[in-house]
C-alpha cells in the first residue's frame, strides 16, 4: 500500500512531528509512504528511513495565520504559491497512493484552501483515486464562525472517506473543540494518541527530584521562563532547571542568565523524555507532543498554555487534562513567580497519576484503518 501524507506546519514543528510519527508507522507496516512538507525544514526532527519531499515553504507571522511567509520573509504570493500547488500535485501523481492524508485540512490551513483543493480534484480524478483521510489532533482551534464548520462539512462530505481523530476518547473527544454535525460524526475514526514508545527511565536518572522547565524554540516561552527564573528563588530546597530550546538558544540562556537565579539553564536535550521519569515536576505549555509526554511519563505538571492571538487550543486541552491527578493549569494572565510556586507544590501533593492510562497505539492504529479503508491494495 502506497501512503502520501500532506502537511505543512507554520508556527511550531507538532504537525510535522506528528506526521512523520505517522509515516515511520506505515513504513514499520511494510507499506511505501511520502510526507510532504510545506513548512520550513526542521532538522532536529527524525526523518531517517522517511521520503519527505519539501515545498517551497513557509511560515506564519508570528500567530498571524492568514499572512503566510516564504523563504526571503516577505509575504507569498502568485508564483510562490504556485510552485508549491505544482510540486504538490505533482508528488501526487508521481506516487499514485492508493492513500492520502492530509494534516490538519480541511479543519485549519484554510489560507492553503487552494493548493489543498487542488491536490484533492487531482486525486479524485486519478484512474484509481485512493483513500482521503483527513489527520487531526486532539483538540482544534474552535470555528469562529458556523459557517466555518459548514464549509468544513462540505470539503469533508464531498472528498474525504474518512476523518482521523489522533485522541483517546475516554481522555478528549472532537466535539469538545468542534462542532460534530450527524454527517461529520459518521466519518470519525478515534485512533488513541500519535506517540512514539514510553521513553522509560533515563539511566543515569537524570532530572531526579528537579523541576524541569520547557517551553520549546522561539519568543513565546520567555514570559514562563522568566517566571520561572524567579520561582526558583522562592524554593531554594527544590533544584530548578530550564531546558532552552530553538536556533537562538545559546543567545536566550546568556540573556536569562542575567537574572542570577539558581536555576540551571541548558539548551533543550534529546533525552528530555527519559528525563521527566525522574523529575519532581514538569512546568510547560501545553501542547499536543507535551502532554503526550506528561501522559505517559506520569510526571506531575503545571500547564501555562499558550493564549496569544486568540489561540485557545492549549486552554482547552489543559482544561481537558485538570481533572486527572498531578495537574495544575497557571493562565498566563496570571502567570507570576508565586503562583507558579504555589502551583507546582500543589501538583506535588496530588496522589499519583498512573502512568500509561490511555491509548498512545494511535500511529499503528491509523495504519490498520487506512488499509481497512483501503481494502487490502498494495
Not at 513504513?27 to 522517511?50: E, K, M, T, W, Y
Not at 519531499?53 to 520573509?73: A, H, I, N, Y
Request: proline share 7%; with cysteine; net charge neutral.
Amino acid at each position: 500500500m502506497k501512503t502520501l501524507i500532506a502537511v505543512t506546519h507554520l508556527l511550531g514543528t507538532g504537525h510535522l512531528s506528528r506526521a512523520l510519527t505517522l509515516a515511520r508507522a506505515f513504513a514499520a507496516a511494510g507499506h511505501q509512504v511520502r510526507v510532504v512538507s510545506g513548512g520550513f525544514p526542521a532538522p532536529q526532527l527524525n526523518a531517517d528511513g522517511i521520503a519527505v519531499t519539501q515545498l517551497p515553504p513557509l511560515r506564519s507571522d508570528g500567530v498571524d495565520f492568514t499572512r503566510l511567509l516564504g523563504e526571503d520573509g516577505f509575504p507569498a504570493e502568485g508564483s510562490y504559491l504556485g510552485r508549491r500547488q505544482a510540486a504538490l500535485c505533482a508528488a501526487l501523481r508521481d506516487m499514485q497512493p492508493d492513500v492520502l492524508i492530509t494534516e490538519l485540512y480541511p479543519f485549519g490551513r484554510r489560507s492553503l484552501r487552494q493548493e489543498f483543493l487542488a491536490l484533492l480534484e487531482a486525486a479524485r480524478a486519478m484512474p484509481r483515486p485512493p483513500v482521503v483521510l483527513s489527520s487531526i489532533r486532539d483538540i482544534l482551534a474552535p470555528p469562529s464562525k458556523p459557517e466555518k464548520a459548514e464549509k468544513t462539512d462540505a470539503v469533508i462530505g464531498r472528498f474525504y472517506d474518512a476523518v482521523l481523530v489522533h485522541s483517546d476518547p475516554a481522555a478528549t473527544r472532537l466535539d469538545t473543540s468542534w462542532p460534530v454535525s450527524e454527517m461529520l460524526a459518521a466519518k470519525l475514526r478515534y485512533t488513541g494518541y500519535v506517540a512514539p514508545s514510553a521513553a522509560g527511565r533515563h539511566p543515569e536518572q537524570a532530572g531526579r527530584g528537579e523541576v524541569l522547565v520547557s517551553a520549546g524554540g522561539g519568543s513565546v516561552g520567555t514570559p514562563l521562563y522568566r517566571a520561572a527564573l524567579d520561582a526558583a528563588r522562592l524554593m531554594p530546597d527544590t533544584p530548578w532547571r530550564l531546558l532552552v530550546g530553538g536556533a537562538d538558544a545559546a543567545d536566550r540562556i546568556a540573556e536569562f542568565s542575567a537574572a542570577d537565579s539558581p536555576a540551571v539553564l541548558e539548551p533543550a536535550r534529546q533525552d528530555f523524555r527519559q528525563m521527566l521519569s525522574h523529575a519532581a515536576a514538569s512546568v510547560s505549555m501545553c501542547g499536543y507532543n507535551t502532554a503526550l509526554d506528561l501522559l505517559q511519563a506520569g510526571t506531575p505538571a503545571v500547564l501555562v498554555p499558550f493564549d496569544a492571538g486568540n489561540e485557545t487550543e492549549q486552554g482547552l486541552r489543559a482544561a481537558s487534562l485538570a481533572p486527572l491527578n498531578g495537574f495544575e493549569v497557571v493562565k498566563t494572565a496570571a502567570l507570576t513567580p508565586t503562583a507558579l510556586c504555589a502551583a507546582v507544590k500543589a501538583a506535588l501533593r496530588a496522589p499519583p497519576r498512573v502512568a500509561g492510562g490511555f491509548r498512545f497505539d494511535g500511529a499503528a492504529r491509523t495504519v490498520e484503518i487506512a488499509a481497512e479503508l483501503a481494502g487490502g491494495r498494495g
